[in-house]
Nanobody
């Protein structure tokens, strides 16, 4: 099982980035895919999630209207389009896959750094 994130980097406030997470080793469509973020000294925070079958989405209030999560089951990939970025969005962003049948089965990626700074 592998989740590989990419797309992080340094961006100015107000800018945009698109994160990607490519999955392998499991049945991608049977998993809820999520993006979390974490800053030093703080707990990991759920940013957005997208279900497998219906594609329904959920977002933390602080990113609603700015971030969009999507998935391509044919490519085993989940995306996070981030726009109107703010310095407080700076964090390491992690991809997570959670099995629909049991939340006890979940996998994490290694994370990608997003820094929003002028």
């Amino acid at each position: 099982v592998q989740l590989v994130e990419s797309g992080g980097g340094l961006v100015q406030p107000g800018g945009s980035l698109r994160l990607s997470c490519v999955a392998s080793g499991f049945t991608f469509s049977s998993y809820i895919m999520s993006w979390y973020r974490q800053t030093p000294g703080k707990e990991r925070e759920l940013v957005a999630s997208v279900s497998g079958p219906s594609g329904s989405t959920n977002y933390v209030d602080s990113v609603k209207g700015r971030f969009t999560i999507s998935r391509d089951n044919a490519k085993n990939t989940v995306y996070l389009q981030m726009s109107s970025l703010k310095p407080e969005d700076t964090a390491v962003y992690y991809c997570k896959a959670t099995w629909l049948a049991s939340i006890n089965y979940a996998y994490w990626g290694q994370g990608t750094q997003v820094t929003v700074s002028s």
